[in-house]
């Protein structure tokens, strides 16, 4: 699995891709979650786009990051766009998840604004 980070105003993106699976790859994204959280950004999109597989300890991370986020106060988007892992969050989470299709949909409900008006946005990319 790979993550990159950028931000789009004052909204954080994890960009994933690959595959989240196992325990070091769960660790892994866990530690970027709280590193994010360390560095006091309140809206977080989890751009899920580019997953290819999600395993049962990939999925346990993904929930606890919903939760550790979610526990200090902060706004949580995931971004999925393949029917595959959706149809598995909605399985074992239920609709209950903060859930968009598309990125543009995840910063247009941060902002208020049209994906038109803060497209080209970028103010920083990293990789982890």
Known sequence: MNIQTRTIR???ILDLSGDLKG???ATTLLNTIREVLKSGVIKIVINLS???FVDDLGFGA???????ISNQ????????????IRKLFLKIKG???????????????FTGWPPEAVKGQDIENGNR
């Open 95 to 109: 609709p209950c998840l903060p859930v968009v299709d598309s990125e543009q949909a995840a910063i247009e409900y």
């Open 10 to 12: 004052d909204i954080l």
């Open 50 to 52: 580019d997953l290819n």
């Open 23 to 25: 325990s070091e790859e």
């Open 73 to 84: 106060g902060r706004s949580l988007k995931f971004v999925i766009s393949t029917k595959k």
């Open 62 to 68: 993904l929930i606890s990051g919903y939760t550790v």
